[in-house]
Structures are given as structure tokens and as C-alpha cells.
């Protein structure tokens, strides 16, 4: 159970990978985070980025943000998956937190889209979650299984059993 975990704490903008027993944990607010699991390796990592903008929603894909990502994701990916990771053995999931959308329309690729191809790329399967609403979302993820899920604020415990990172 997730009571005897050591709690990390991965802000925004960074990433978190570990082999060890642990509890990662996110809090997003117009932010995503993307949770890895190797299971060959039994590592897994989480990566949390905000959305561009400012606004909290998702916001269109530039040069820039696809450069700084792409670097950033090719660097989390390797850490979590080594050089020979099979897209087989990995489990990926995308958890996001917007605001609710406004009259302006949504952008035609957003960050997700954007980290959702690039696993593509590479043969992993990604499932994606995002949720709409004015508070933040607090994400929970231990690596060393592979386990996510969505928590209160003040409830990091209540893991289901059996839901693991597998989109």
C-alpha cells in the first residue's frame, strides 16, 4: 500500500524517474503529466509541463514549444526507457488539467497531441485523460509498478488496486 512510500514531489516543468518504491505526485493547473513505466526495467517517471500561454488551457503547438519539448521528452523518455526499450513492454499515460473551455476555439494540436505522436513514433500506446475545471487536479504515480490515478488534495492514499499507467 501507498502509506510506507517515500513522496516525491515533481514540479512544473521538470520530471521525476525512479526504480525504486515511491509515491510521484503532480499537482496541475493548466499542466499535464506524462507517467512512463518500463516494465522490463521495472522505472518509471513522471513529467510534468505546463501548457504554453499562460491561459491554463491548451494552447497551438509552435516551433518553439515543439523544439523545447521534443528536447525535454527525448531526454525524460531516456531516462525512464534506456536506449532499447521495446513499445511493448512500456505503459504511457497523459493526465491533463484545463480550465473549461471558452467561446475561442481550441487549438487544432495541442502539447498532448504533440507528446502523444512522438510516443507514437517509438511504438508506445498512450492513453490520454484530460479534465476540465477550475481547480487543480493532483496526480499520483508510482513508477516502480507502473500504478496512476487521480487523488484529492489531501488524499494521496486512496490508490485503486488495480488501475494501472496502461492508456
Not at 512512463?36 to 516551433?63: A, I, N, Y
Amino acid at each position: 500500500m501507498a502509506t510506507d512510500l517515500k513522496e516525491v514531489m515533481v514540479a512544473p516543468d521538470t520530471y521525476h524517474v525512479s526504480p525504486e518504491p515511491m509515491l510521484m505526485i503532480a499537482d496541475l493547473q493548466g499542466a499535464l503529466a506524462l507517467c512512463l513505466h518500463d516494465e522490463s526495467r521495472r522505472v518509471g517517471g513522471l513529467l510534468h509541463l505546463r501548457f504554453m500561454g499562460g491561459t491554463g488551457r491548451p494552447s497551438d503547438v509552435t516551433d518553439n514549444t515543439l523544439s523545447s519539448v521534443l528536447v525535454v521528452l527525448d531526454r525524460f523518455k531516456r531516462a525512464v526507457l534506456g536506449n532499447a526499450a521495446r513499445g511493448d513492454e512500456v505503459q504511457a499515460r497523459i493526465l491533463a488539467h484545463a480550465l473549461p473551455p471558452t467561446d475561442a476555439g481550441e487549438p487544432s494540436a495541442s502539447l498532448v497531441d504533440l507528446i502523444q505522436a512522438d510516443l507514437a513514433d517509438g511504438k508506445i500506446v498512450c492513453g490520454t485523460q484530460t479534465t476540465r475545471r477550475t481547480e487543480s487536479l493532483r496526480v499520483c504515480f508510482q513508477p516502480f509498478e507502473g500504478r496512476v490515478w487521480i487523488c484529492g488534495p489531501n488524499d494521496l492514499r486512496t490508490a485503486p488496486r488495480a488501475q494501472r499507467s496502461v492508456g
